[in-house]
């Protein structure tokens, strides 16, 4: 399946609503050597649409990990399958708290999260430590 052409102006629209920040690890579009992509919250080989509510911004590391995954195990809650948190849908906030550099999940969504985009990775939870210390992480929305 070929993917679907994103239009400059709806590519500007989701920069704009991210504040060019990864939706996933609010980790700001600045502060990567590689640009973010555009995320198909539900991949297109699952029907999703190339459309503003199913886009969102991530980085390269955040959508590499998620790939096409809708889901994952739950392996704290009798291994339940748990869709993966959808930032057009739900806040942040209410699935993730930051200790540090550290993505703590507070729901099955979170946990599910952090584990299957490898949020709190050695390298990641470096990255992101640098980054407080530079006073620049988390990314700023405006």
């Known amino acids: 399946m070929s993917t679907t052409y994103i239009t400059a102006a709806i590519r500007r629209e989701v920069i704009k609503r991210a504040s060019g920040c990864c939706e996933y690890c609010l980790m700001s579009n600045e502060d990567r050597a590689i640009d973010f992509v555009l995320d198909h919250i539900i991949a297109e080989k699952h029907g999703g649409v190339t459309q503003s509510d199913n886009l969102c911004l991530s980085c390269y590391w955040c959508n590499s990990y998620k790939g096409s995954d809708l889901s994952s195990v739950d392996w704290d809650a009798d291994k339940a399958i748990v869709p993966l948190y959808n930032p057009r849908l739900q806040i942040w906030d209410e699935h993730f708290r930051l200790e540090g550099a550290r993505i ?18 050695y390298e990641r939870i470096q990255e ?13 929305k405006i």
């Open 104 to 121: 703590v999940p507070l729901t099955a969504v979170g946990r599910v999260t952090v584990f299957l985009l490898q949020l709190n990775a």
């Open 128 to 140: 992101r430590q640098l980054l407080i210390a530079l006073g620049v992480f988390p990314c700023k």
